[in-house]
């Protein structure tokens, strides 16, 4: 497997640790949204280390990109907020799994469209048959 293949599959393992992480953290302190807040500062510092020592001079390009574009961050802290808030109370498992499932069906979509600069990718038949095993996959281990 590539390189990249590993870093997915890493990242992939991350978000439910994010999520019950975060979501103990917004127990123990009683508030979700300042838990959401600790995880964006922490990540700000990551991401801006990294971004100084891979790329310092993106940020000049950044009053040239789609602003709709910046809208990204939206999706992310309603992610956070919501995994941490209802992760705990509905179980990080079940949780995740339907953020799965709805991973799935946005990245149909953007995939077949080509939404926001991504290649496309046509969902063809069975394409949208391994989908469709994926949701009844996520369908199956959720009926407990």
Do not use: E
């Amino acid at each position: 497997m590539s390189l990249q293949v590993w870093i997915m599959l890493a990242t992939g393992f991350g978000i439910p640790v994010l999520a019950a992480m975060n979501g103990a953290l917004g127990r123990h302190i009683g508030s979700p949204a300042v838990a959401a807040c600790v995880l964006f500062a922490v990540a700000f510092g990551i991401a801006l280390i990294a971004a100084l020592v891979t790329n310092p001079g993106a940020v000049a390009k950044l009053p040239g990109a789609p602003r709709q574009w910046f809208m990204a961050g939206f999706f992310v802290a309603f992610y956070v907020l919501a995994i941490t808030w209802i992760g705990p109370d509905m179980g990080i498992g079940r949780a995740v799994f339907y953020v799965l499932l709805g991973q799935l069906i946005a990245a149909a979509v953007i995939d077949h469209f080509g939404l926001f600069n991504a290649r496309v990718a046509v969902l063809t038949w069975s394409r949208a048959a391994g989908i469709a095993l994926m949701v009844a996959g996520i369908y199956v281990t959720q009926r407990v």
